[in-house]
Structure formats: structure tokens, C-alpha cells
T-cell receptor, first 115, second 113 residues
Framework: GENVEQHPSTLSVQEGDSAVIKCTYSDSASNYFPWYKQELGKRPQLIIDIRSNVGEKKDQRIAVTLNKTAKHFSLHITETQPEDSAVYFC??????????????FGKGTHLIIQP | SAVISQKPSRDICQRGTSLTIQCQVDSQVTMMFWYRQQPGQSLTLIATANQGSEATYESGFVIDKFPISRPNLTFSTLTVSNMSPEDSSIYLCSTRQGYTEAFFGQGTRLTVV
């Protein structure tokens, strides 16, 4: 089955600086890669996703890049703000013949924005 | 988007008992998923529930321990059976819109004593 590795486990950056979180996946058939933000005590919320036919996607301060050959994808957050502090999870999924599969998650990155 | 209501939000249970978690979606969906999130950890897929067929379990999870029902296209239940303290976790149900975004219920925080 799919295996997703995520690094770093903890990332502390100064407010206004950029943050980068990296993930690798093992199954070359995976074709959908979302990133979720989870605040303490809350459910995961999608912040951005990318499909395997796209190399990069951007939404305001957040961007995701995908390298299918190397089987890795990264989350980039620019101009970080205190409200960006949370745990971020990457995930991978493939589209099977019977319908959408569940997600395989990385272990998460605790992002801390220092004022 | 899909709105998912999950209950109970939390419970404290005695070891050896069972708890059934309910998940209601505000629209008809083909696939529903159940995840476990142990304290401070990531989410792990327990099983996929497709209406009208048996649930498909991931490695390490078995039907006797986590029986699932999927009686219609908007509802599913997960039962945690014969509980032990190791079952203390957050359990989340989820669905996907087509082949993209997954939405999650608010989770059930289970403590087994």
C-alpha cells in the first residue's frame, strides 16, 4: 500500500518568513495530493490540493509543488502569520476503478509561528 | 461541500464494552471513510464503507473489532467493540466529493478506562 513520509515533524519560523514542508510517497499510481491544516481540538481542513497532471498550484500565500518523477510534493507558506500555527498533514490517494480511495496521511508537521 | 455530523463528540467508556459512533452527511455520497487519530498522531484509515456492500478494512483493522454499517447513502456507523485503553483515540468519519476533497466530521474523542 501507499506510504507517505513527512518532514520536518516540527517547524518554527519567525512571523513574516516562509515555511516549507516536504512529503514523499511510495505508490507511483497515487494521483491526488491534498494538504490539511488541523488546529487543536478541531477537524482537519483542506488548505490546498494538487493532482498528478499539474506541477504547481498556488492560492494566495499557499503553494504546493509536485515532482512525480521523484515522488515528492511540498507545501510552501509565504508571509507567515500567527494564525498559520497548527499541525499540517500531507496525504496521498489514488483513484481506483471502484471510486475514490481513502487518504494515506503523513505523520504531520507542527508549525509554530514566532512573533 | 459536504457537511458531516458525527456523534457522540466524546465519551468515556469502561473496558470490555462497545461504543457505536454515528455519522450523518447532508447529501448522498457513495463512499464514506473511517479514520483513527491517536493522541498527538496522524490519521490512519480504518475502513471504507460503500453503501450496499461490506466495508473494506485496512491492514491491522478487522471487522470483529470495528464493525461498520452503511444502511443508506447519507449515514454510517462505526462500532468499537470490546474496548481496551489502547482504543482511546479520536475517531473521524469522512467522505469525498468525487475524487477530490475529503470532508471530515468533528470527530469522536473516546477514552477507555
Amino acid at each position: 500500500g501507499e506510504n507517505v513520509e513527512q518532514h520536518p515533524s516540527t517547524l518554527s519560523v519567525q512571523e513574516g518568513d516562509s515555511a516549507v514542508i516536504k512529503c514523499t510517497y511510495s505508490d507511483s499510481a497515487s494521483n491526488y495530493f491534498p494538504w490539511y491544516k488541523q488546529e487543536l481540538g478541531k477537524r482537519p481542513q483542506l488548505i490546498i490540493d494538487i493532482r498528478s497532471n499539474v506541477g504547481e498550484k498556488k492560492d494566495q500565500r499557499i503553494a504546493v509543488t509536485l515532482n512525480k518523477t521523484a515522488k515528492h510534493f511540498s507545501l510552501h507558506i509565504t508571509e507567515t502569520q500567527p494564525e498559520d500555527s497548527a499541525v499540517y498533514f500531507c496525504a496521498a490517494s489514488l483513484r481506483s476503478g471502484g471510486g475514490a480511495d481513502g487518504l494515506t496521511f503523513g505523520k504531520g508537521t507542527h508549525l509554530i509561528i514566532q512573533p | 461541500s459536504a457537511v458531516i455530523s458525527q456523534k457522540p463528540s466524546r465519551d468515556i467508556c469502561q473496558r470490555g464494552t462497545s461504543l457505536t459512533i454515528q455519522c450523518q452527511v447532508d447529501s448522498q455520497v457513495t463512499m464514506m471513510f473511517w479514520y483513527r487519530q491517536q493522541p498527538g498522531q496522524s490519521l490512519t484509515l480504518i475502513a471504507t464503507a460503500n453503501q450496499g456492500s461490506e466495508a473494506t478494512y485496512e491492514s491491522g483493522f478487522v471487522i470483529d473489532k470495528f464493525p461498520i454499517s452503511r444502511p443508506n447513502l447519507t449515514f454510517s456507523t462505526l462500532t468499537v467493540s470490546n474496548m481496551s485503553p489502547e482504543d482511546s483515540s479520536i475517531y473521524l468519519c469522512s467522505t469525498r466529493q468525487g475524487y477530490t476533497e475529503a470532508f471530515f466530521g468533528q470527530g469522536t474523542r473516546l477514552t477507555v478506562v
